[in-house]
């Protein structure tokens, strides 16, 4: 099973993959975007996962995990 980072490994690991990819004036730029927009996450999930199935989004989780098909 695939070890889950907490949230401060989480955190960090973000913030990194934002600096490697954007660089560090772009990637605070955005962080700070993100602190002050407001943010609706319901509407988000509903967007975001409106084309997957019950069944893709358990075969996500299980393989984000590492998990076998049953």
Known sequence: MAKHLTEQELRRQA???????LGPVDALG???LVSREPFDYQQWRNEYFS????????????????????
Not at 54 to 66: F, K, P
């Open 15 to 21: 913030v990194q993959a934002l600096s490697d990819r």
């Open 30 to 32: 955005f962080l700070a």
């Open 51 to 70: 084309h997957y199935s019950v069944d893709q989004l358990v075969q996500e989780i299980r393989n984000s995990r590492g998990e076998k098909a049953s």
